[in-house]
């Protein structure tokens, strides 16, 4: 599993804070270029640790222009506990998912809440015409992978492992929309982003046995090994925060919802035997703009497709799987 860079330029980030790598831009004007070009460089990194370190920087950028540029546009005073949003020492992960999500959702609705009543107040801002506004709306669901391994040696069974794997979650649907300035309204252009923490995994049932040994030509197995137990992959558990279940990407025409589903380890008792979960991994589901605001008003989203591999990769994905995601949107949108 994998944690995706958000490329999106945010108003208000406040997780993840850190001192600016290049010389600090002043005016507004200079941080929002630096921000536009931030993001185009985030995009086009070599690495990921380059691409967290121009993050970080995107992130406190953002961060800053939103208290120079926007705190003094004649919006509300900004709540008391604004200074504890900021301090980096009280910005460690909450003790639970479901707490750590709701931090997360109130620090990107800050600016959103203050913003909200108030549009007619960002008129007179400094800046460029069209302004993001972020909400992030809170989310839950699961994911149900009923799958398995198949793999042959010699045209022999290997491996024949069958599993039911159910993971819950709990989110953030970020919305972000366009506000332009001069024409004192919304452009009606949206982008979507899904944050996930994992709240539990669970192994509804497993079977299966491997081959330890084979003889004769075609080969026969001797000695066949049983998966009797399983553990959670290390990273995977809701108590590491784990990140990135379920997300989501958009462009102009489309919206892809992503699942990474968790990696769950099979072995013997006899300890010779072992193998990995592999159905789920890096799922994608491309659907028009159109779909999308469609699951939006019905406030869920439910799929079932078939994930199972032909030939040589079914000892990852055995043909037949299939990996179930339901989603459960828990607030209508802001007008």
Request: with cysteine.
């Amino acid at each position: 599993m994998h944690i995706a860079l958000r490329s999106i330029p945010i108003l208000l980030t406040l997780l993840c804070a850190a001192p600016a790598l290049t010389a600090a831009p002043q005016s507004c004007e200079e941080m929002q270029a630096t921000m536009e070009s931030l993001s185009t460089a985030i995009d086009e990194a070599a690495n990921e640790m380059v691409a967290a370190g121009l993050q970080a920087e995107l992130d406190s950028l953002s961060m800053r222009y939103t208290t120079q540029c926007l705190m003094g546009t004649g919006l509300p005073v900004m709540p008391a506990n604004l200074g504890d949003l900021l301090n980096p020492d009280k910005m460690r992960p909450a003790a639970t998912p479901q707490e750590e999500i709701k931090r997360r959702r109130e620090a990107i609705n800050l600016a959103f809440n203050q913003f909200g009543n108030n549009l007619s107040a960002l008129r007179g801002a400094v800046g460029e015409r069209e302004v993001p506004i972020q909400q992030a709306i809170p989310i839950d669901g699961m994911v149900l992978v009923e799958g398995g391994s198949l793999a042959t040696f010699y045209n022999a069974v290997k491996r024949d492992l069958r599993y039911t794997v159910r993971e819950t979650y709990e989110g953030n649907l970020i919305v972000t929309r366009y506000y332009d300035r001069i024409a004192g309204r919304y452009t009606g252009r949206e982008e979507y982003d899904i944050q996930t923490l994992s709240t539990g995994i669970e192994v509804l049932g497993f079977s299966g046995r491997e081959c330890g040994t084979f003889t004769g030509s075609p080969s026969v197995c001797t000695q066949w090994h049983t998966f009797d137990r399983w553990r959670i992959g290390d990273g995977e558990q809701c108590q590491g925060m784990y990140d990135g279940v379920v997300g989501a990407e958009s462009d102009e025409q489309s919206v892809t919802v992503t699942v990474d589903a968790a990696d769950i380890h099979f072995e013997s008792a006899q300890g010779r035997i072992a193998a990995k979960s592999g159905c789920g991994d890096d799922f994608k589901e491309t659907v028009s703009r159109e779909t999308f605001k469609e699951w939006l008003r019905r406030a869920e989203i439910r799929l079932t497709r078939e994930v199972g591999n032909e030939g040589g990769k079914a000892q990852y994905c055995r043909p037949g799987s299939t990996l179930t995601l339901e989603m459960r949107i828990r607030q209508h949108l802001n007008p």
